[in-house]
């Protein structure tokens, strides 16, 4: 009997199959799931913000792109998975509100998009598909037994990555 285990905003979580992996409400903030498929382990981490150098209260590490993703590395090995075999799917990164003046403290969803793209690049960790950007937001759910990431939007076909 599998399990859908849930992922709230800040935070992460890792399973083996036949288990699988959702996060709701995905809007600015970033679902990153890692997976080897080699041994069916996955991890998703729902994260805000981009950087943590940036921000005094920083404790929760699942917060943020920089220190989220070494982290569900961590807690993923800790159960069995490969590091060499880990890839990425990644999902959100909306820009939810239209600003007149383009300022770059309200791009969020850009900024963690590009933040979790360069640190996936920095561990050498490829990112085999992407829903990123726009204007709406997202539930993601994963499932290791497949490696498929399906995504839910309001108003939209539901895409399988």
Do not use: W
Request: charge should be positive; include cysteine.
């Amino acid at each position: 009997m599998s399990k859908m285990i849930k992922v709230g905003m800040a935070d992460a979580n890792v399973c083996i199959t036949p288990d699988a992996l959702t996060t709701l409400g995905l809007g600015s903030c970033v679902g990153i799931v890692l997976y080897d498929p080699v041994k069916k382990i996955a991890g998703l981490a729902h994260i805000m913000l981009p950087d943590s150098t940036k921000i005094i209260n920083n404790a929760n590490k699942y917060k943020f792109a920089d220190t989220g993703i070494d982290k569900l590395i961590e807690d993923m090995t800790k159960i069995g998975a490969g590091r060499a075999n880990l890839v990425a799917k990644i999902a959100g990164g909306a820009q939810m509100f239209s600003f007149s003046n383009n300022l770059e403290m309200m791009r969020i969803g850009d900024r963690n998009v590009e933040a979790t793209k360069e640190k996936l690049n920095s561990l050498r960790i490829k990112i085999l598909a992407e829903d990123t950007g726009e204007n709406y937001g997202r539930t993601i759910e994963f499932y290791p037994e497949t490696g498929k990431l399906h995504i839910r939007s309001v108003g939209k076909e539901q895409k399988i990555l």
